[in-house]
């Protein structure tokens, strides 16, 4: 029965396949996006990218190409495995699930037609590629839920939910929210046996809620005074630091700093409260991969190769993205650098 020694000696010979710090200079530093192209297709997603440019072009094909790698990265890394790890794998990649619904329900509020979500889907987790485009292209979100029902989908009745609240409401926030507290839930539940590799999932999650309670808490802020009943029904239970009690202090201009200085007591790791809520965001983001990344250096016959690879992973197709959008747009080469998540 495959475990984590045997699928761990394939995914490190699956790093030595991410690109090289130099070979990443070589792509930020090609002089047009042709360039950046070729560049691009003399790497290992280079059989990924001449299939997309079949169907599509530019920024769109890039896209295309390393959503594809990316899915057939964790595609192979499943199939490794069998039993309670595999079982494991498929919770971390619940949260591929999670970003491709949100796209979806996002998609349908704002009317977007299916294919500008299909471009927007990274089909990683465990909903396939085929299911995601099926979904994508209901005309509304009311058969969304049926469809994860038959495939037995954990985020299925959460949906079903909160897409029935929307239909009165027209929250999408709330169903977003319904979707997250959700995911978090059934992560933290599934990784709550003993050993090794459920204890490295359970921080896996708990360092994600605790990032989302902070961005969601600092907004809340922003929003002006609201009652603490009110704050609390954004509050995801679960996190590692970010209790009921902190979040309702992060969430009030008044009582900020302090509930602050507590966060920065836990070891919280951004230091100063935010003046710039979108460059913290992308910091917290940033501070999720980095922690992921480090699991790499842990237990060599646990889950811990396959979540930190994972993260490399995610980081360079994230910088690739950036990369591609800087060669359209023009932006100089420092200014994507800066943009860039270098692990």
Do not use: C
Not at 25 to 39: K, V
Not at 54 to 65: I, K, L, N, T
Not at 208 to 221: G, R
Not at 284 to 308: A, K, M, N, Q, S
């Amino acid at each position: 029965m495959p475990d984590f020694p045997y699928v761990n000696a394939r995914v490190r010979a699956m790093r030595s396949r991410l690109l090289s710090p130099g070979r990443l200079e070589e792509l930020l530093g090609a002089p047009t996006f042709e360039a950046f192209l070729q560049a691009l297709a003399a790497t290992p997603y280079g059989d990924d990218l001449q299939e997309a440019l079949v169907r599509a072009q530019g920024v769109r094909a890039v896209d295309e190409a390393l959503a594809r790698n990316l899915q057939r990265t964790t595609r192979a890394i499943l199939s490794f495995a069998d039993g309670q790890a595999r079982a494991l794998l498929e919770t971390l990649l619940l949260r591929w699930d999670l970003h491709n619904l949100r796209v979806i329900v996002r998609g349908k509020h704002a009317g977007r037609p299916a294919d500008e979500i299909v471009a927007a889907l990274v089909p990683a987790g465990n909903l396939s590629e085929t299911l995601l485009k099926e979904l994508a292209g209901y005309p509304d979100m009311a058969a969304l839920a049926g469809t994860l029902e038959a495939v037995n989908h954990p985020l299925a009745g959460p949906l079903a939910e909160g897409v029935a609240a929307y239909a009165r409401t027209q929250d999408l926030l709330a169903l977003e929210l319904g979707l997250e507290r959700a995911y978090a839930g059934w992560g933290l539940a599934r990784a709550s046996g003993r050993g090794h590799d459920a204890a490295v999932l359970r921080e896996v999650f708990r360092t994600e809620i605790d990032v989302a309670n902070v961005k969601t808490a600092l907004k809340l802020a922003l929003a002006g005074t609201l009652p603490e009943a009110r704050r609390l029904q954004f509050y995801i239970p679960g996190g590692a630091i970010v209790t009921d009690k902190l979040f309702l202090g992060l969430s009030d201009a008044q009582a900020q700093a302090a509930a602050w200085e507590r966060l920065r007591v836990h070891g919280f790791p951004v230091k100063e409260l935010p003046g710039d809520l979108v460059a913290f965001e992308r910091e917290l983001d940033y501070h999720v991969v980095r922690t992921l990344v480090r699991y790499y250096l842990g237990d060599p016959l646990g889950i811990d190769i396959v979540v930190g690879f994972l993260a490399m992973k995610t980081a360079e197709v994230a910088n690739l993205r950036l990369i591609a959008r800087g060669k359209v747009y023009g932006l100089p080469r420092e200014q994507v650098r800066r943009e860039m998540l270098l692990v």
